[in-house]
């Protein structure tokens, strides 16, 4: 318990570095009133524009004034909670202090809040995530534990060569080979699609229907090479244990053998392989933007990607910043992971 504390404390404050980072890296690059306005817009609206976004304020107000907005702790006054629309709960009366819903402000291009537009976007990249997680989980554990009893058979080659192979291959390079093989050259025998979202649109109605079909492709890019690495995780340590002491007297026993490496050692071989698992779930929602690009996948990341194409930094700030906690909030999901796979890490 006292680990996760910690943890949680060294979060927030790689957290704030993230909120100061992002903030800096993303001054200078264009006038947000020109970008909002267009370049028709005359003085006192981009005056206007520029008060309104603070720009009219020294950089370190504008920073914490951001800190502000972006924090769940905050300082508000009741005219700012009332124009932001901020949710959350308040105490005081013109200025108020309470805990809020982190406020990402708003989108150059669509006049739209960032939080609202990440969060339509947001589904998308956690079906897509946790559909690639999936298969490189179950996938991966059953072909590591394959090589492992069948060390040095056919079977232990084959594994270990298709996922030296999957961690070469970079994801994007991968994406462009499987769209054009699956989705152009074997479409007829196929039916997948070159690029696709989770719905469609129906062009009569204007209605929209979920197509899982499309999830096929980008998932199993995606999937590619967690899955290498969960293999050559669960065959290291795999034969690690299988080689202990322990192993030996459930064999002698006379426990079958599916329950020798199912139950006892496969459990005790878990850890690398949740620490590979969490860490990659992780990268696979922070790191899906060129894949969902590729792919047309509606998620985050492609948001983030248009939203760079047209300057909309907001956007993308914003994006950096949500995909940052889900990174945090898995790494300390890991933790408690950890304890239920391994009763020795509760202490």
């Not at 009893?149 to 970079?170: E, F, N, Q, R």
């Not at 956007?315 to 020795?344: E, K, Q, T």
Request: aromatic share 12%.
């Amino acid at each position: 318990m006292k680990h996760l504390v910690t943890k949680t404390v060294y979060s927030s404050l790689i957290l704030l570095g993230i909120v100061v980072l992002v903030f800096f890296m993303f001054q200078g690059f264009g006038d947000p009133a020109r970008l909002i306005v267009g370049q028709t817009g005359d003085k006192k609206t981009m005056d206007n524009i520029r008060k309104d976004l603070y720009l009219d304020q020294p950089k370190w107000k504008q920073f914490f004034l951001y800190l502000n907005d972006v924090s769940p702790l905050c300082v508000h006054t009741a005219a700012d909670i009332k124009k932001k629309e901020l949710k959350g709960f308040f105490l005081g009366t013109n200025t108020k202090i309470g805990v809020k819903i982190p406020y990402l402000r708003t989108s150059y291009q669509t006049k739209k809040k960032v939080g609202t537009v990440l969060m339509e976007a947001l589904p998308g990249t956690l079906l897509l995530a946790v559909t690639a997680m999936l298969f490189a989980t179950f996938t991966g554990i059953l072909l590591g534990v394959v090589a492992a009893v069948k060390k040095g058979t056919w079977l232990d080659t084959s594994a270990l060569v298709a996922s030296i192979a999957g961690i070469s291959a970079p994801s994007f390079f991968m994406a462009i080979i499987i769209a054009y093989l699956f989705g152009v050259v074997l479409h007829p025998f196929t039916g997948l699609n070159l690029t696709g979202s989770w719905f469609e649109v129906d062009e009569v109605t204007g209605e929209k229907y979920i197509t899982l079909k499309n999830l096929i492709l980008p998932a199993f890019t995606l999937g590619i090479r967690p899955l290498a690495i969960i293999t050559q995780l669960t065959r290291s340590s795999m034969l690690d244990v299988l080689s202990q002491d322990y192993i030996r007297t459930a064999y002698a026993k006379g426990l079958s053998k599916r329950t020798i490496i199912f139950k006892h050692a496969l459990r005790n071989a878990l850890n690398p392989v949740i620490t590979a698992i969490t860490g990659w779930f992780a990268e696979l929602l922070a790191g899906a933007f060129f894949v969902e690009y590729i792919f047309g996948w509606q998620g985050i990341g492609k948001i983030t990607v248009d939203a760079l194409e047209k300057l909309d930094y907001p956007v993308v700030m914003g994006s950096v910043l949500v995909s940052a906690c889900i990174f945090i909030v898995i790494n300390i999901f890991a933790d408690i992971l950890y304890a239920v796979a391994d009763p020795r890490m509760r202490t």
